[in-house]
């Protein structure tokens, strides 16, 4: 079965640029109809939607980033990446990658089991 | 945009049903038929329970129902478990973002 596994940095100074891959094992990210996604959780808190890409380069993000992230696809590595640039303290949290079988309709059925990332001098 | 609204908390004792609510507005919940559940446990990550409001994926009990009034949408547990007790966030797609999440809701199996 598709696994999914979340790489990069547990540790980014504020204004650098946060970096995380997500590798894809099992099955192709190529496959049709799936959206690949990352979502973030802060510490003791709720779920936050950060955006997702599909496979031919389609990229949608949340608003609330206000441009600071990038979301790529490497299809030779079966795996898509997550930057944030200009973090701050308030970027800390567990970033999760998933896949949205829905189309980007809400249904992340396969997930990561999640990285946490601190944003610190 | 905000956060779709769930209560805190919700509590039952094992065999008992519990709903939990979660309500949006007309660009997202009552707007789309695009509702999803998922269940927390500590320190892992969320599990897919229900799709397009009252879907279930392949695995899922079907003690786990989902339905949709309006604007608010519902998860019910019937049979509650031991194993039930964990944080379950509701989902919906809006036009605004793709995708919102709840501010999540612990449940407490007595």
């Known amino acids: 079965q598709v696994q999914l596994q979340e790489s990069g940095p547990g540790l980014v100074k504020p204004s650098q640029t946060l970096s995380l891959t997500c590798t894809v094992s099992g099955g192709s990210i190529s496959s049709s109809g799936y959206y690949w996604t990352w979502i973030r959780q802060h510490p003791g808190k709720g779920l936050e939607w950060i955006g997702y890409?599909?496979?031919?380069?389609?990229?949608f993000y949340n608003p609330s980033l206000k441009s600071r992230a990038t979301i790529s696809v490497d299809t030779s590595k079966n795996q898509f990446s997550l930057k944030v640039s200009s973090v701050t303290a308030a970027d800390t949290a567990v970033y999760y990658c998933?896949?949205?079988?829905?189309?980007?309709?809400?249904?992340?059925?396969?997930w990561g089991q999640g990285t946490t990332v601190t944003v610190s001098s | 945009q905000s956060a779709l609204t769930q209560p805190a908390s919700v509590s039952g004792s094992p065999g008992q049903s519990i709903t939990i609510s979660c309500t949006g507005t007309s660009s997202d919940i009552g707007g789309y038929n695009y509702v999803s559940w998922y269940q927390q446990h500590p320190g892992k990550a969320p599990k897919l329970m229900i799709y397009?409001?009252?879907n279930r994926p392949s695995g899922v009990s079907d003690r786990f129902s989902g339905s949709k009034s309006g604007n608010t949408a519902s998860l019910t547990i019937s049979g509650l478990q031991a194993e039930d007790e964990a944080d379950y966030y509701c989902?919906?797609?809006?036009?605004?973002?793709?995708?919102?999440f709840g501010g999540g809701t612990k449940l407490t199996v007595l």
């Open positions: 397009d409001v009252n």
């Open positions: 989902s919906s797609y809006t036009y605004i973002t793709t995708g919102i």
């Open positions: 890409i599909h496979y031919t380069g389609t990229t």
């Open positions: 998933a896949r949205d079988f829905k189309g980007g309709y809400c249904g992340m059925d396969v």
